[in-house]
Nanobody, 124 residues
Framework: QVQLVESGGGLVQAGGSLRLSCAAS????????MGWFRQAPGKEREFVAA????????YVADSVKGRFTISRDNAKNTVYLQMNSLSPEDTAVYYC?????????????????WGQGTQVTVSS
């Protein structure tokens, strides 16, 4: 069992930056692939970024490529999402998720554990 708690969301002006954190409980965090997803009002949940259990492989959605970076610190049981050059289109609730297996995935259905989410609002 893994419990995930996101933090770092808030209100920021367009062009600004935020860093989201996701703290995980449990001693097996380093064996999980981690992902970030987001859901805007009236829209489906969408993939943002993922990182393999070792940190060796990373994937980001085309919509955030070059602006968002995912990283992890297994010693701290934490995964991060650095978000730069934010735009109003990035406004959403951001969720972190954990998945078993040997590779990170962009498919939400493959993730076993989810956090409660943190709100990110970007004003124009």
């Amino acid at each position: 069992q893994v419990q995930l708690v996101e933090s770092g969301g808030g209100l920021v002006q367009a062009g600004g930056s935020l860093r989201l954190s996701c703290a995980a409980s449990g001693r097996t965090f380093s064996s999980y692939n981690m992902g970030w997803f987001r859901q805007a009002p009236g829209k489906e949940r969408e993939f943002v970024a993922a990182i393999s259990w070792s940190g060796g492989r990373r994937y980001v959605a085309d919509s955030v490529k070059g602006r968002f970076t995912i990283s992890r610190d297994n010693a701290k049981n934490t995964v991060y999402l650095q978000m730069n050059s934010l735009s109003p289109e990035d406004t959403a609730v951001y969720y972190c998720a954990a998945a078993g297996g040997d590779r990170a995935s962009m498919a939400a259905a493959l993730y076993d554990y989810w956090g409660q989410g943190t709100q990110v609002t970007v004003s124009s």
